[in-house]
């Protein structure tokens, strides 16, 4: 997303204009969901997606003529066979697009874009909102913890006003005659990647490119070495046994702890079980997790909380190489967060 929103300053930075298209609701079977953002250009060449397929041709459309209107507007794009056009989509939904055109003379608009590729760029838990009421005169703010940066109509939000953003969910909300819509557009929770072998160097890229930030932890010089892991944010050599406390492990984060054995695994696990990250996820077979648990066990910690973790890390897909291993440990992340996130499971199904 930050190079999608990058894209949009570069271009009004240059006093081109753009569309915004933004699935602000959805109703039945559809490719992409709330918060769905695509950008059409003047060019004529776009950017992001809302799904694909002839919706996305509709909103495209729609998105060019609010450029040539220079206006905004709500679009109802219908995806089953209607009274107005028989579409022979393959779903069977509905899909609200606000078709948000973008001025670049508009005051503000530059820095709440700005705003929010910092607030993208350091990971921080942010909000992206939007005042609908009127499509005519939208309100457009990036909201974080005791902070708004707006422009339109909510360019004079203030942080007390805008806790109703806060929300895990995208989606529109109302109050007497005020519309908004706002979605979250970062979440707190890093994932901490303990071990620097084969595996994590094959997880991390995968990692990255989805949108999580990793950072690397190994007790070996040579594992923990960050040109190994260019796509992590950090990378720390430290001692397995006493691991330091200005790591910052915390509850909104994820761990995957893939050592090199068994002892440096029971190191790790015993002490981020007692800080309860989000998720703890553990390699290895079952007769060294049984034989961890013992430890565990003899440690203090209930069997609901080892039990708790996901061991063995990752679905169950028959993976056996790292590059495979990687992709079902990834697929579980994406799982997760995706139900932390609030998202509805996924639509495609298997034949």
């Not at 913890?145 to 007390?160: D, I, S």
Request: proline share 4%.
């Amino acid at each position: 997303m930050e190079a999608f929103y990058t894209r949009l300053y570069e271009t009004l930075q240059s006093g081109q204009p753009a569309v915004l298209l933004t699935v602000v609701a959805s109703r039945g079977s559809t490719p992409r969901g709330i918060g769905s953002h695509q950008a059409v250009f003047a060019d004529g060449t776009t950017a992001g997606t809302v799904g694909g397929g002839y919706q996305e041709y509709l909103a495209i459309q729609a998105g060019r003529q609010c450029l040539e209107s220079r206006q905004s507007a709500f679009r109802r794009l219908i995806l089953h066979p209607n009274d107005e056009e028989d579409i022979n989509a393959a779903c069977g939904g509905e899909l609200t697009v606000f078709c948000q055109y973008l001025d670049p003379a508009l005051p503000g608009l530059l820095d709440v874009l700005a705003a929010i590729i910092q607030a993208l760029r350091q990971k921080t838990a942010s909000w992206l909102a939007l005042d609908v009421s009127d499509e005519a005169h939208w309100g457009m703010a990036l909201v974080r913890e005791g902070q708004v940066q707006g422009c339109g109509q909510m360019a004079a939000l203030q942080a007390v006003d805008a806790a109703w953003c806060r929300q895990n969910v995208a989606g529109l909300a109302a109050d007497g005659q005020r519309r908004w819509y706002s979605e979250p557009l970062t979440y707190p929770g890093r994932v901490f990647v303990f071990g620097g072998g084969h595996v994590s160097q094959a997880l991390v890229p995968v990692l990255a490119s989805i949108g999580f930030s990793c950072i690397v932890v190994d007790d070996r010089a040579e594992f923990a070495d960050p040109a190994l892991f260019p796509q992590a944010d950090a990378v720390y050599k430290a001692d397995y046994e006493a691991l330091p406390a200005d790591l910052g492990v915390t509850q909104d984060d994820y761990v995957c702890i893939m050592t090199r054995g068994h002892v440096g695994d029971y190191d790790v696990q015993r002490q981020m079980l007692a800080i309860k990250p989000y998720y703890l996820g553990v390699i290895g077979s079952r007769r060294k997790l049984a034989f961890v648990k013992e430890k565990l066990l003899a440690d203090g910690f209930s069997a609901a909380e080892i039990d708790a973790c996901h061991a063995p890390i990752g679905l169950a897909i028959s993976a056996v190489t790292p590059a495979e291993i990687a992709i079902s440990i990834a697929a579980e992340l994406i799982a997760v967060r995706a139900k932390r996130e609030g998202r509805e499971k996924s639509r495609y199904r298997k034949p």
